[in-house]
């Protein structure tokens, strides 16, 4: 009987509202929420990225324990600053990998839209005096495959993926599969 009423429901609904992606993402939640409950016992609910940032760094990597950090789209760089408070190691080692002049391309999002060149920093990197950090100025495309030729893992790693844009994100999943 639970089922028939859902189904009436939604069957309802769509004829009344339209069909948009909020509407599928909210129509979704009751499931998310079912499988969370099922499948992630005892996993907490964080509001927000700055709260994952502390989860991780207290209660799965340790502030003495040295990361690798490697953030993708940094702006100002408040979430690195973060990761540099909540790590003092001195062996942790950070990279940000940015173009520093704003999206590369016009952006859609679930609410609304952002203009090439939006999240600009003028091409400057943040003011941020640590040793331990190393800004990679260009395109994902054009810095993330050098980096890598290079790069020799030391330390847990840590990958902050704030891109913006869905290709960007893919293409750093992509090309960091083996590290990853």
Same mark, same amino acid.
């Given at each position: 009987m639970e089922i028939k009423t859902r189904t009436r429901i939604k069957r309802i +609904?769509? &004829?009344?509202? /339209?069909?948009?992606?909020?509407? &599928?993402?909210?129509?979704?939640? /009751?499931?998310?929420? !079912?499988? &969370?409950?099922r499948h992630a016992r005892g996993v907490p609910l964080l509001d927000g990225g700055f709260e994952l940032f502390d989860f991780l760094a207290s209660r799965v990597i340790g502030a003495d324990t040295p990361? !690798?950090?490697?953030?993708?789209? +940094?702006?100002?760089?408040?979430?690195?600053?973060?990761?540099?408070?909540l790590n003092p190691c001195p062996e942790s080692r950070f990279f940000g990998f940015d173009t520093f002049a704003g999206l590369p391309d016009d952006w859609e999002f679930f609410q609304g839209r952002r203009e090439r060149g939006d999240f600009a920093a003028h091409g400057e990197v943040p003011a941020i005096q640590d040793a331990r950090v190393r800004f990679v100025k260009g395109l994902f495309q054009e810095t993330l495959p050098g980096f890598?030729?290079?790069?020799? /893992?030391g330390g847990r790693l840590v990958v902050n993926i704030d891109c913006d844009l869905y290709a960007s994100a893919l293409y750093v999943l992509t &090309?960091?599969?083996?590290?990853?």
């Open positions: +609904v769509s &004829r009344v509202l /339209p069909d948009s992606p909020r509407l &599928r993402i909210l129509a979704f939640l /009751p499931a998310l929420e !079912t499988w &969370r409950r990361i !690798t950090y490697l953030e993708f789209g +940094v702006f100002q760089g408040k979430s690195m600053r973060k990761w540099l408070a890598l030729e290079s790069y020799h /893992p &090309r960091c599969n083996d590290i990853l």
